[in-house]
């Protein structure tokens, strides 16, 4: 999901007073427009349904939804059928939620009506005649009519474009129940559902899954019938009826198939709507080929044009109210980071909106270019860092606004993903995204699942990261000194933090070194506070960039150039031998040694070795590739010295 703030309808302050917009004051601001009575009425809406549990005693296969939806008319009437396999023992009632502002006029158990009560935390609970054993399958027909509520984000809206009146639904997060009976959390998905709307003949319907049939009836409506077979969490079911005009684009995938987009569109928006999905031609092949392949292939990706101020990432059909590049990769995204995948709590929402944030930029930097890109950073950047604290881990997940913070669920959540990619480097890191998808494939999905994968993938332990960056609050900002010395620079590296969550944020820093015949880029694994690296150059450096290509979420950086330590120009009695070596080499200091730290030419950390304090002892160098490499030496006492060795 993603918001814009072009085309707001004047309903918005009121029905959805804005959940992602860029900083808690707006989100005030548009609240503090509603009265009191409406704020009261929909705060406790919102936290009554995000405190609701799925019934657990059954699991739903199938739903058969048949509605009639005029837009014209703000209203609901038809039935929904689910199928179930009960999981539980002695099953003789079934929960499921559902606005109590919704009629419901019967149920239907085996084709004979049966008792039920629109009333408790559910909000529709069915007496069944007979008690169910496990593994029990049954299907329920309940038929309701009604005017949907609308909480949440809207749930259930009409509106008007061109004076023309259309209906959308929009249930992310809690939602669903508004309109039809289901489960409302995130425990079930529906296996497969099929959409059957009729409505009057001016308009056609949108929903997800392939369009097996559009029936023109005798009474001047028309049927259009959905039929969706993958797996879909209850916030992704829509539909939206208005006097569409349609098209479809054509996308190559990698299995060699081509996929129809098919597009709904106000009639007014046509020449809009298609420059701008040609453009996501370009960008569906791009995910499709840099993950796995388009997750529902064997159906569509489509649009639907829809009256909120922003997009919502439908499953196969996203709702956007405009066809720019960045709304329209975004919602793009969600299709497998959201929907294929789909988080498992409203905690771990930045596996949706951080993945489709991220991949808003990627294609940015694919499509429009590296300073496309760089703008996309800056932004992200200065989003997250214009307040000192925040976690991307919710820490309040019956509060909307806090689940679709876009500075931390979105923008620190995207660049959480950025720093993972440049810890871990892009083959592992985009191997260990396929592996997760691959692995959690059209089911729920934790943090832990994706560390999981992007540690076997990488063969690092990233817990201390996510313990730093996915439940620790704040960013680091950094003070860099350095010094040419006569075997190369000198650079020490203090480090502070914004929030008292964390003391330390660990992580490489990359450093862009400039002089007369001297441009590169080196690669510091900076561990702690005040750390010195020794970097041998054979040229003098000029100036220092830091993070040049900003990988790293930091702040208020400093570097200067100035005295780092005096150890080069007091050496230090230091011998290692044999040198060249091809195993094991002996060192000898004339100070107690308690670390030792073997680092290639261009900077990079190989090995850290702690050790109690010794004047002579034994380096491992057997690992290591043939070559040269630099070893820095610190004493207990705070000595220093280093030299270089080769690796026959």
């Known amino acids: 999901m993603r918001i814009q703030y072009a085309g707001l309808g004047s309903f918005l302050p009121i029905l959805f007073f804005p959940?992602?917009?860029?900083?808690?004051?707006?989100?005030?601001?548009?609240?503090?427009?509603?009265?009191?009575?409406?704020?009261?009425?929909?705060?406790?809406?919102?936290?009554?349904?995000?405190?609701?549990?799925?019934?657990?005693?059954?699991?739903?296969t199938h739903y058969e939804f048949n509605w009639y939806i005029d837009p014209a008319v703000y209203a609901i009437s038809g039935k929904v059928c689910p199928s179930f396999t009960i999981v539980a023992e002695n099953v003789q009632q079934l929960n499921f939620n559902l606005s109590t502002e919704l009629d419901v006029d019967s149920v239907l158990y085996r084709g004979s009506k049966i008792n039920f009560i629109q009333s408790g935390n559910f909000g529709l609970a069915v007496d069944l005649p007979e008690s169910l054993a496990p593994g029990s399958r049954e299907r329920l027909d309940i038929f309701y009519h009604g005017v949907p509520p609308s909480g949440g984000l809207g749930s259930f809206i009409q509106s008007k474009h061109a004076e023309v009146p259309v209906i959308w639904t929009l249930s992310e997060p809690f939602g669903a129940q508004d309109w039809w009976p289901c489960k409302?959390?995130?425990?079930?998905?529906?296996?497969?559902?099929?959409?059957?709307?009729?409505?009057?003949?001016l308009y056609k319907a949108a929903s997800n899954g392939l369009l097996v049939s559009e029936m023109v009836n005798s009474d001047s409506t028309?049927?259009?019938?959905?039929?969706?077979?993958?797996?879909?969490?209850?916030?992704?079911?829509?539909?939206?009826?208005?006097?569409?005009?349609?098209?479809?684009?054509?996308?190559?995938?990698?299995?060699?198939?081509?996929?129809?987009?098919?597009?709904?569109?106000?009639?007014?928006?046509?020449?809009?709507?298609?420059?701008?999905?040609?453009?996501?031609?370009?960008?569906?092949?791009?995910?499709?080929?840099?993950?796995v392949t388009y997750p529902y292939h064997t159906e569509k990706y489509g649009h639907a044009q829809f009256g909120w101020g922003g997009g919502m990432e439908h499953q196969t059909m996203s709702f956007v109210i405009n066809y720019g590049f960045s709304l329209l990769a975004h919602e793009l995204a969600h299709q497998w980071f959201g929907d294929m995948v789909t988080c498992g709590s409203w905690e771990d929402i930045w596996l949706n909106e951080g993945f489709a944030t991220y991949l808003e930029g990627l294609?940015?930097?694919?499509?429009?270019?590296?300073?496309?890109?760089?703008?996309?950073?800056?932004?992200?950047?200065?989003?997250?860092?214009?307040?000192?604290?925040?976690?991307?881990?919710?820490?309040?997940?019956?509060?909307?606004?806090?689940?679709?913070?876009?500075?931390?669920?979105?923008?620190?959540?995207?660049?959480?993903?950025?720093?993972?990619r440049w810890i871990c480097g892009d083959s592992a890191f985009f191997q260990g995204l396929r592996n997760y998808l691959n692995d959690r494939q059209y089911h729920f999905g934790t943090t832990a699942n994706l560390q999981y994968q992007l540690e076997q993938a990488s063969g690092r332990d990233?817990?201390?990261?996510?313990?730093?960056?996915?439940?620790?609050?704040?960013?680091?900002?950094?003070?860099?000194?350095?010094?040419?010395?006569?075997?190369?620079?000198?650079?020490?590296?203090?480090?502070?933090?914004?929030?008292?969550?964390?003391?330390f944020f660990q992580l490489p820093v990359p450093l862009r070194l400039l002089g007369a015949g001297l441009d590169t880029?080196?690669?510091?694994?900076?561990?702690?506070?005040?750390?010195?690296?020794?970097?041998?150059?054979?040229?003098?450096?000029?100036?220092?960039?830091?993070?040049?290509?900003?990988?790293?979420?930091?702040?208020?950086?400093?570097?200067?150039?100035?005295?780092?330590?005096?150890?080069?120009?007091?050496?230090?009695?230091?011998?290692?031998?044999?040198?060249?070596?091809?195993?094991?080499?002996?060192?000898?200091?004339?100070?107690?040694?308690?670390?030792?730290?073997?680092?290639?030419?261009?900077?990079?950390?190989?090995?850290?070795?702690?050790?109690?304090?010794?004047?002579s002892y034994e380096l491992d160098a057997s690992h290591l590739l043939p070559g040269v490499y630099l070893i820095l030496v610190n004493g207990e006492n705070g000595q220093r010295a280093s030299g270089r060795f080769i690796k026959s």
């Open 222 to 291: 028309v049927t259009f019938h959905w039929k969706h077979k993958y797996p879909i969490a209850s916030y992704l079911v829509a539909i939206a009826v208005t006097n569409y005009e349609r098209y479809t684009d054509f996308v190559p995938l990698s299995n060699g198939t081509t996929l129809p987009m098919l597009n709904y569109v106000y009639p007014e928006n046509l020449a809009d709507a298609k420059s701008g999905t040609a453009a996501l031609v370009e960008v569906l092949t791009f995910f499709d080929s840099l993950f």
């Open 184 to 201: 409302n959390g995130l425990t079930d998905k529906v296996d497969s559902i099929d959409v059957i709307i009729r409505t009057p003949a």
């Open 521 to 615: 880029t080196i690669r510091l694994e900076h561990q702690y506070d005040g750390e010195i690296f020794e970097v041998p150059l054979s040229s003098k450096v000029d100036s220092i960039v830091f993070d040049p290509e900003l990988w790293l979420m930091s702040a208020k950086n400093v570097v200067e150039r100035g005295l780092v330590s005096s150890t080069f120009e007091t050496p230090l009695s230091f011998s290692m031998r044999p040198n060249p070596v091809s195993d094991q080499l002996h060192i000898e200091t004339a100070f107690p040694v308690s670390e030792s730290r073997v680092f290639t030419l261009q900077g990079k950390l190989l090995k850290m070795a702690k050790q109690s304090p010794t004047s």
């Open 19 to 60: 959940l992602f917009c860029s900083t808690q004051a707006d989100f005030h601001q548009e609240f503090d427009n509603c009265n009191k009575g409406e704020r009261s009425k929909v705060v406790e809406a919102l936290l009554q349904d995000a405190d609701r549990t799925d019934d657990a005693s059954y699991d739903l």
């Open 363 to 420: 294609s940015r930097r694919r499509v429009q270019g590296r300073e496309a890109f760089r703008s996309w950073q800056v932004e992200k950047i200065g989003s997250v860092t214009s307040q000192a604290g925040g976690s991307v881990k919710v820490n309040d997940p019956t509060n909307i606004n806090r689940i679709f913070s876009g500075r931390l669920s979105y923008n620190k959540g995207s660049y959480l993903l950025h720093m993972l």
């Open 462 to 503: 990233l817990t201390y990261f996510f313990k730093d960056w996915y439940e620790g609050e704040g960013y680091p900002s950094y003070h860099l000194t350095w010094q040419n010395t006569p075997g190369g620079l000198q650079i020490k590296i203090n480090q502070a933090t914004s929030h008292s969550s964390v003391n």
